[in-house]
């Protein structure tokens, strides 16, 4: 009975800590979503490759949509000519720099800038490399279908307050769910898995890395929670496979992988993947 209360209050926790920043996080998204239209976005984008991948990279501190919600945008950016060099740096960091996410990781490790910093710079540095990747090996769009979604420009601003209303509560029990699941099992580890086995499977910083980088695939969480459950793992794992864990799991896990391959053409989605996970593990051994 003991360790069940323990789980529970580990579990409860962690829930009231994180939902009111996925809940500002999807209803911020549903703005986005409905007042923001591509041709908006296409227009900012540099001609200049190189300075392209740049300020797609950067551009996502102004998009507070977590992943759950990033890919369907992007493949409208590329369906509309955002060059795919351009959007998948956005894609990959969107979901990491915006401010509700920085804001949450602040939080989440006793309001200090250290994880913040370290965080949005490592994510930054990943999409880019990736983009540059992508510039070089890709020339067209890769999508499945070249259908474009529908403008929404054409919506009267009450169909827009609508619109963003019903988006934010479909986001919100989408990416609900995966927050409640993950902080369950991030609960259950905590009660009833011994500090000695984690520090036994991550117990170089290679391996530990590696660990977490599967465990935020796994997991699945919603970027805006998920420093509260990295935060939860400080006595355990090193700061660099914390910051993996942080800068893996909301560019790629289960439920954006599946978007993924919904939009984008199978051996794209592949590299993609292998891509993210080779810069992501190097880039924790060198923290």
Not at 47 to 76: D, H, M, Q, W
Not at 149 to 158: G, L, R, V
Request: charged share 10%.
């Amino acid at each position: 009975m003991k360790t069940f209360l323990q789980l529970n209050t580990i579990f409860i926790s962690i829930l009231i800590e994180s939902m009111p920043f996925v809940v500002l996080g999807v209803f911020i998204s549903g703005i986005i979503q409905m007042f923001v239209t591509e041709e908006m976005v296409k227009k900012w984008v540099p001609k200049n490759k190189v300075l392209a991948i740049i300020y797609s990279a950067l551009i996502g501190v102004l998009f507070p949509a977590c992943e759950c919600g990033i890919v369907p945008i992007t493949r409208r950016l590329v369906a509309k000519g955002v060059p795919l060099y351009a959007a998948i740096p956005f894609m990959l960091t969107g979901p990491v720099i915006n401010p509700v996410v920085l804001f949450s990781t602040y939080i989440a490790f006793g309001s200090n800038w250290t994880m913040v910093l370290y965080r949005s710079i490592f994510a930054c540095i990943v999409a880019i490399v990736v983009g540059l990747v992508i510039a070089v090996q890709y020339k067209d769009t890769q999508l499945r279908h070249l259908t474009p979604a529908p403008s929404i420009a054409a919506k009267t601003w009450k169909e827009k307050v609508i619109g963003t209303l019903e988006h934010t509560i479909e986001e919100f029990f989408t990416t609900g769910k995966y927050l409640i699941i993950g902080a369950f099992i991030a609960s259950v580890m905590q009660t009833y898995v011994k500090t000695s086995v984690l520090l036994a499977i991550g117990h170089g910083k290679a391996s530990s890395s590696l660990v977490m980088m599967a465990m935020a695939f796994v997991l699945s969480l919603c970027s805006e929670a998920d420093a509260f459950i990295a935060s939860s793992f400080q006595n355990t794992f090193p700061f660099s496979a914390l910051a993996a864990f942080l800068v893996f799991g909301p560019m790629l896990d289960i439920k954006n992988t599946i978007m993924l391959l919904q939009s984008f053409k199978t051996r794209f989605v592949l590299m993609l993947i292998l891509y993210i996970t080779i810069f992501v593990f190097i880039g924790s051994l060198l923290i």
